[in-house]
């Protein structure tokens, strides 16, 4: 998994999350591969990386050998998915990192481009420690190229603790020379975003100030990209739509499959600057919530587990550790439950909640601004959001069984901790997939500096 530093733990995740590990002998060998295939459904995903992604060998349905596609270009996006290739290798003799990668994997110099170019391949000066059920051979040759007498001699790492020189950064270009021992992390099939190009982007535009820039984002596409594709984002298709020199930065985020106010900064001072208000809580964010079922006004207040990984786990009751969540409520009102062909037009999600009448329409204040709060705290009230494929199924669950959620209303005491653990297990299974485009919700209103910058998005689609 990856944590915050950027560096990668080859550490078994939990259970029900297991990697296939297998040495992949190539062509080359002078490279040791461990190529890793998800072997879980896309809810229960390693933490900063992505489970579900598409094939990106353009419109080529041929097959090599090895049941890989043949690989092209990786535009134009393809819309068709398979699950992610993510190759790890050691280089064994150095030279440029787009020709190492080439032979190592039998791949063409164009895609290798391409991939570098979307920010998929990372390296570390020293491989990471390998998971424990790694092969003898891989064991091997992992102690070979860390042995200390072997990392003495390498002068690029010298002054740098081991684990300093374990932290993995993006490549970026094309010749960078690799030497021997460098470990290498190839996203061959990084997760895609088709909609970008489906977009008027000038027209999301709502404020451009000399210091940043305000947009309308639309669901379907992240914010500032992916472990593995930075490319197609909101940030790379906004800096080109106003023609500026300089990237976009991103100052905050938002879910993929939500849409709304997001605020672009124009210079690294003003990035600083406005992470500043967040902390200092000068940032109002008022959000638009498409729910299955009413919640009464006023603030709702839950416990998120402390794991950086979907599906997040909340409890009305306080759990030590646990961070708080709260959200305002400010009014609730009845609506028609959106039409086949809207649902249609936006790739909505039919997620099998039995009365499609009507829905209700939320305002709310976001009080504390945890990863998939809203979307969290609405399925524990039994109002899961129109389109939530993670989160509405295991509301559905619940209302059949209630005591299926641990952390729910009937909590039961555990005879032990492995039997809570399986408990957790087992509710985690309840939740669907992450939605592929959009949902009930809107990031309708951002201000700060008490209101002197007040900023509103346009009609949900959910209205259109």
Not at 36 to 56: F, K, M, Q
Not at 370 to 384: E, G, N, S
Request: glycine letters at 6%.
């Amino acid at each position: 998994m990856l944590f915050a530093g950027g560096c990668r733990s080859f550490a078994v995740p939990a259970a029900g999350r297991a990697l296939h590990i297998t040495l992949n002998k190539h062509l080359n060998k002078h490279a040791l591969s461990w190529c890793c295939r998800s072997s879980h459904s896309s809810n229960t995903a390693l933490a900063g990386e992505t489970v579900s992604s598409t094939i990106d060998a353009g419109n080529s349905t041929s097959t090599s050998s090895n049941s890989y596609p043949k690989y092209d270009r990786l535009l134009p996006c393809p819309s068709h998915k398979s699950p992610p290739r993510i190759e790890h290798l050691v280089v064994l003799e150095g030279g440029p990192v787009l020709e190492y990668i080439c032979k190592a994997l039998d791949l063409p110099p164009l895609f290798v481009a391409d991939l570098i170019q979307f920010g998929a391949v990372y390296y570390a000066l020293v491989c990471p420690q390998p998971p424990p059920n790694a092969t003898p051979e891989q064991v091997r040759i992992f102690k070979e190229v860390t042995e200390p007498s072997v990392l003495r001699k390498r002068a690029s790492i010298k002054g740098k603790t081991v684990r300093e020189a374990q932290k993995t950064f993006r490549v970026t270009q094309v010749d960078q020379f690799v030497e021997s021992g460098t470990y290498l992390r190839v996203h061959v099939h990084p997760k895609r975003f088709p909609r970008c190009y489906e977009i008027d982007w000038r027209s999301r535009i709502i404020a451009v100030a000399e210091s940043y820039v305000v947009l309308d984002k639309p669901a379907g596409v992240s914010v500032g990209g992916t472990t593995d594709n930075i490319e197609e984002s909101c940030a790379t298709f906004a800096t080109r739509a106003l023609g500026l020199t300089a990237p976009l930065m991103t100052t905050h985020q938002i879910d993929n499959c939500t849409e709304g106010c997001v605020v672009f900064a124009r210079t690294k001072e003003y990035c600083s600057v406005f992470h500043g208000k967040i902390r200092e809580k000068k940032v109002k964010k008022l959000y638009l919530a498409l729910a299955a079922s009413p919640l009464p006004t006023g603030i709702i207040t839950h416990y998120m587990r402390p794991i950086n990984m979907a599906p997040r786990l909340i409890s009305e009751d306080f759990i030590k550790g646990w961070h708080r969540c709260q959200l305002e409520v400010m009014e609730c009102r009845k609506v028609p439950w959106p039409t086949t062909v809207i649902q249609e037009k936006y790739c909505v999600e039919d997620c099998g909640w039995p009365s499609q009448d009507y829905a209700y329409e939320c305002k709310i204040n976001l009080l504390t601004g945890r990863t998939h709060q809203i979307r969290a705290q609405f399925a524990a009230c039994k109002a899961p959001l129109i389109g939530d494929s993670m989160y509405m199924p295991a509301a559905i669950a619940e209302m059949v069984n209630p005591r299926l959620n641990p952390f729910g209303k009937y909590i039961k005491d555990f005879s032990s901790e492995s039997e809570k653990e399986m408990a957790a297990i087992n509710w985690i299974a309840q939740h669907g997939k992450e939605p592929s485009v959009a949902i009930g919700l809107q990031a309708c209103q951002i201000s700060w500096d008490d209101d002197e910058h007040f900023y509103k998005a346009g009609s949900p689609w959910w209205r259109c």
